[in-house]
T-cell receptor
Framework: EPEVTQTPSHQVTQMGQEVILRCVPISNHLYFYWYRQILGQKVEFLVSFYNNEISEKSEIFDDQFSVERPDGSNFTLKIRSTKLEDSAMYFC????????????FGDGTRLSIL | QKEVEQDPGPLSVPEGAIVSLNCTYS??????FMWYRQYSRKGPELLMYTYSSGNKEDGRFTAQVDKSSKYISLFIRDSQPSDSATYLCAMNRNQGGKLIFGQGTELSVKP
């Protein structure tokens, strides 16, 4: 069964450094999302992306965050200058709205900011 | 009032029991309702997906949505130790829109 894949599974970064989290969505999906889950808290929406532009973003998704679809298969989340509070699991999801399919998630990248 | 509320548990049941998991929500605009299962250090795995009110059954799993009460449920029949996981309810207003998640209920099924 097709799946969303994310790399790396664990990223350790010094505070203030830039980090890029990578995702390969399911191949025929056109809608892409990033969510995060701080330890012990709810899964929270960050941003949705369609047709090479952001369709919706949350208050969390400030100027430090950006997303990109650099080629036909990858979808990335960049955090420009990481803060301690950015430590969380980051999940990528994709969906095929045309066929009324819900969002399918990857296994996440655990981001640890030191 | 939180948009989506879910009792975090933990909930512990013996193998073979019927499990009932529930969420309430406050936003009447929600139309699409999902249940995800999350094992430790894994991503949410879609279990059930329903639109508007009604019931949906898939094997041992039954999802119910009562929009008039703003209440959704997931029932697991003949629960197995492999069902031990955190169960997340999620919902959105429109296809492709952001998902709003509940806190998740941690379920443990004892052999």
């Amino acid at each position: 069964e097709p799946e969303v894949t994310q790399t790396p599974s664990h990223q350790v970064t010094q505070m203030g450094q830039e980090v890029i989290l990578r995702c390969v969505p399911i191949s025929n999906h056109l809608y892409f999302y990033w969510y995060r889950q701080i330890l012990g808290q709810k899964v929270e929406f960050l941003v949705s992306f369609y047709n090479n532009e952001i369709s919706e973003k949350s208050e969390i998704f400030d100027d430090q965050f950006s997303v990109e679809r650099p080629d036909g298969s990858n979808f990335t989340l960049k955090i420009r200058s990481t803060k301690l509070e950015d430590s969380a699991m980051y999940f990528c999801a994709s969906s095929d709205r045309v066929s009324n399919q819900p969002q399918h998630f990857g296994d996440g990248t655990r981001l640890s900011i030191l | 009032q939180k948009e989506v509320e879910q009792d975090p548990g933990p909930l512990s049941v013996p193998e073979g029991a019927i499990v009932s998991l529930n969420c309430t929500y406050s936003n009447s605009a929600f139309q699409y309702f999902m249940w995800y299962r999350q094992y430790s250090r894994k991503g949410p795995e879609l279990l059930m997906y329903t639109y508007s009110s009604g019931n949906k059954e898939d094997g041992r799993f039954t999802a119910q949505v009562d929009k008039s009460s703003k209440y959704i449920s997931l029932f697991i029949r003949d629960s197995q130790p492999s069902d031990s996981a955190t169960y997340l309810c999620a919902m959105n207003r429109n296809q492709g829109g952001k998902l709003i998640f509940g806190q998740g209920t941690e379920l443990s099924v004892k052999p």
